[in-house]
């Protein structure tokens, strides 16, 4: 018996022996050498450049610099809110257009969908700002919103699809319009399905949003850029990219870890709640019997 569960246990998966364990031991103290080998190479090519003296960090001592990059970010977080915003309407119009009884509706929602989804984002940024003449965040705005709203229409596209097709059928027999179907029945059990895709693509669009200096919008990454071009300072290229980096790898942590705790409160609080019900007590079972 006890041979037997043995075998069970490890149908799917050997238990690794002495000398497997030994050996795995092995490999994970040579990678762990070798990342810190590679962080201590780093660090040593950092301070044999210079890269931490205090020439290069002291632009970041003064007032005006920290006023710069607090308004760099400021302008990033206003770029990042109305494309996440407007992405998100503009993926909910082209997801109903593509899932439309209508046709010409279908085709037209789905060309437009494929068509700025193939369409590099920068692209499109640079054609609203030259060709069309638009102001730099307007510019940047829309060319995210663009690209981020068509990919979220296939998103929502497929969360309402992956809904078993019985709920749709038992919504319909209870003579429930599409309307309704789709906003009583799909949408709330399929937007379990797209909330993680959803914030993924909108750290994207956060990503995204330091394109915005290629067309002078003074986010972000520009004001690091004003700072690392300094001369004063000796060109603190290093710095900025070290002081930036984990600003912007910070935000796009945030947004994931608010993703998965999306996820894990809606797995713990679902919408449909047991009911209780009381228990049996005797009374009539048929008319006209006491």
Request: hydrophobic share 50%; with cysteine; glycine share 8%.
């Amino acid at each position: 018996m006890t041979a037997q569960l043995s075998r069970e246990a490890t149908a799917l998966y050997d238990i690794p022996g002495p000398r497997t364990q030994q050996r795995h031991l092995l490999y994970g103290l040579v990678s762990t050498v070798l990342i810190l080998g590679l962080l201590g190479w780093i660090v040593y090519l950092l301070f044999d450049t210079d890269q931490f003296t205090s020439t290069k960090w002291s632009p970041f001592a003064y007032e005006g610099i920290q006023r710069l990059l607090l308004r760099g970010l400021g302008n990033t977080l206003k770029a990042f809110g109305f494309a996440a915003l407007f992405s998100l309407a503009l993926g909910a119009v082209l997801a109903t257009g593509r899932l439309s009884d209508h046709r010409p509706v279908r085709w037209l929602a789905t060309l437009l969908v494929e068509f700025f989804r193939a369409m590099p984002v920068l692209v499109m940024i640079f054609f609203i700002f030259v060709a069309l003449k638009v102001q730099p965040l307007p510019a940047l705005v829309a060319g995210l919103t663009l690209y981020n709203g068509s990919v979220l229409a296939e998103v929502f596209r497929s969360g309402v699809n992956s809904v078993e097709r019985g709920q749709k059928e038992a919504a319909f027999s209870l003579g429930m319009r599409k309307t309704q179907v789709m906003t009583y029945v799909l949408v709330p059990q399929g937007i379990r399905a797209m909330l993680p895709t959803i914030i993924s693509q909108l750290v994207v669009a956060l990503k995204d949003t330091s394109l915005g200096f290629l067309i002078t919008y003074e986010e972000f990454l520009h004001a690091g850029k004003l700072i690392a071009s300094n001369l004063d300072y000796d060109l603190p290229f290093i710095p900025v990219v070290m002081v930036i980096s984990p600003i912007y790898i910070g935000m796009c942590m945030l947004l994931s870890w608010f993703a998965t705790w999306m996820a894990r409160r809606q797995k713990r609080n679902p919408k449909t709640e047991a009911v209780d019900v009381a228990p049996a007590e005797p009374g009539t079972l048929l008319p006209g019997v006491q």
